[in-house]
T-cell receptor, first 114, second 114 residues
Framework: SQTIHQWPATLVQPVGSPLSLECTVE??????LYWYRQAAGRGLQLLFY??????ISSEVPQNLSASRPQDRQFILSSKKLLLSDSGFYLC?????????????FGNGTRLTVT | AQSVTQPDIHITVSEGASLELRCNYS??????LFWYVQSPGQGLQLLLK??????LVQGIKGFEAEFKRSQSSFNLRKPSVHWSDAAEYFC????????????FGSGTRLLVRP
């Protein structure tokens, strides 16, 4: 089965500082990977997804970017954080090429921008 | 466009009472539907999923959901709620286009009265 690791669990960063959140996957080769953001009362918003190394699709325009330097590594970044970037960030993965597979989630990173 | 609506932001039930959480989806093709549960500060855990076949699906922790195509609904039910069921519940639809991703509803927070 697939296991998603995320770190850090919590992060407090000042406005204008850079961000790097890392997600790694165990148990599946070439997984589809996703970054979601959860804001209070607004459910989960899909930010990025990736079907392979170097392949990133962005779902919403924003201050963030994503990269996939290795098969099982997915990174969420920002050069300069905004207050509006605060939220709970979840990495998820699923098996490749299976179009009815549930997503497996990591435990999330709580980001507070001050 | 694909979407998922969970009309109830909060629901409070007494322990031992029955529960129904509502979910409506909008998707042009045959939907793949999921229910997830999230405890505070944690990632999401899959409760159950529907792909095809029997429209009543059983999940973990005594939950079940019924797919009703005519109503575009996938409501989650449990006959007798336990205090440990207090959490946030998310309904999601699997969307297949150039890739595969899950679109989530905004969630329903369940409170359980002792």
């Amino acid at each position: 089965s697939q296991t998603i690791h995320q770190w850090p669990a919590t992060l407090v960063q000042p406005v204008g500082s850079p961000l790097s959140l890392e997600c790694t996957v165990e148990g599946t080769s070439n997984p589809n990977l996703y970054w979601y953001r959860q804001a209070a009362g607004r459910g989960l918003q899909l930010l990025f997804y990736s079907v392979g190394i170097g392949q990133i699709s962005s779902e919403v325009p924003q201050n963030l970017s994503a990269s996939r330097p290795q098969d099982r590594q997915f990174i969420l970044s920002s050069k300069k954080l905004l207050l509006s970037d605060s939220g709970f960030y979840l990495c998820a993965g699923t098996r490749p090429g299976v179009y009815n597979s549930p997503l497996h989630f990591g435990n999330g990173t709580r980001l507070t921008v001050t | 466009a694909q979407s998922v609506t969970q009309p109830d932001i909060h629901i409070t039930v007494s322990e031992g009472a029955s529960l129904e959480l509502r979910c409506n989806y909008s998707y042009g093709a045959t939907p793949y539907l999921f229910w997830y549960v999230q405890s505070p500060g944690q990632g999401l855990q899959l409760l159950l999923k529907y792909f095809s076949g029997d429209t009543l699906v059983q999940g973990i922790k005594g939950f079940e959901a019924e797919f009703k195509r005519s109503q575009s609904s996938f409501n989650l039910r449990k006959p007798s709620v336990h205090w440990s069921d207090a959490a946030e519940y998310f309904c999601a639809v699997g969307v297949r286009d150039s890739s595969y991703k899950l679109i989530f509803g905004s969630g329903t927070r369940l409170l359980v009265r002792p």
